[in-house]
């Protein structure tokens, strides 16, 4: 495929060779997303299914001693989802630079990076965390002194919280594009960032507006179509997760592409692709 220019973008421009991208790898992408939705539809169709055979109560009585399967699987879903997060900025950056990936090459370089991926996103998740547990404590001891001073300290710390998202957004291009390890692709990622949080979420919720408005558009028509045609709940949820996995490389690609053009801003990789793209002068 012919690469995108390699130069500064507006949101707009982030967002329109995303979905360039996606649209012109959409088979690769697509595969990758299939093999993302593989452990959420054998959680949807465990659930669902249990459910039609158990029924309501027996289904109840047995949750507890399903739990711990469900969490199993929950687990593994999210240490999945990160090498799947992976495999997709992959792909996306070699069709960045006007290569055609294929979704055993995106997989096979994301696992190869598998350990530095999960740390990575555990770490991220631990900032969260911490974020989350502050926010508890001050939010509950200043609410029982005042409701106003709890409601002020609350929205810091949502503040804070999405400036802790947006500091992270680069840890897995830093770790499967320059080959980094967990610690390296945290800091990486706050390296560029620094004083670009409030662009890195404006473009981050407007690629979230555009993939939500395609999911639930998706999802909505297959579900009604396979609810009116075949009238089968399971064939309906599974269905229309998968139709959501199909969106999702969208979100990826974004957040590459954004990851490149904060790389252009901070540290001129414009010129590093051009220059070394060009003929060394002959000697004389």
């Not at 495929?1 to 973008?9: D, E, F, K």
Request: proline share 4%; aromatic share 8%; hydrophobic share 55%.
């Amino acid at each position: 495929m012919h690469a995108p220019a390699i130069r500064p973008r507006s949101a707009i421009e982030i967002v329109d060779v995303a979905f360039s991208i996606f649209r012109s790898n959409f088979a690769t992408m697509a595969v990758i997303g299939l093999a993302a939705s593989l452990p959420f539809v054998v959680l949807i169709s465990l659930g669902i299914v249990s459910f039609g055979t158990l029924g309501a109560k027996s289904f109840s009585d047995s949750m507890m001693a399903m739990i711990p399967m469900f969490v199993a699987l929950g687990l593994v879903a999210i240490l999945w989802m990160s090498v799947i997060d992976g495999a997709m900025t992959f792909a996306a950056a070699e069709a960045y630079h006007g290569n055609r990936p294929s979704p055993g090459d995106a997989i096979r370089g994301a696992i190869s990076k598998g350990v530095s991926l999960i740390g990575g996103n555990l770490l991220r998740v631990l900032l969260v965390a911490v974020v989350g547990l502050v926010a508890a404590i001050a939010v509950g001891g200043l609410g029982r002194l005042s409701g106003f001073l709890g409601f002020i300290v609350g929205v810091g710390v949502f503040v804070l919280f999405v400036h802790i998202i947006a500091r992270t957004f680069a840890i897995t291009s830093a770790i499967v594009i320059e080959r980094k390890d967990a610690a390296e692709g945290v800091s990486r990622s706050f390296a560029l960032s620094k004083n670009s949080t409030m662009r890195i979420v404006g473009v981050g919720l407007l690629c979230l507006v555009v993939y939500w408005v395609g999911q639930f558009a998706g999802a909505l028509v297959v579900q009604l179509l396979v609810g009116f045609v075949l009238r089968n709940p399971v064939v309906a949820a599974v269905l229309g997760n998968v139709v959501g996995m199909l969106m999702y490389p969208f979100l990826n690609i974004a957040l590459m592409v954004l990851y490149f053009d904060q790389r252009v801003r901070k540290e001129g990789y414009d010129i590093d692709v051009l220059s070394s793209t060009m003929t060394p002068a002959p000697q004389p």
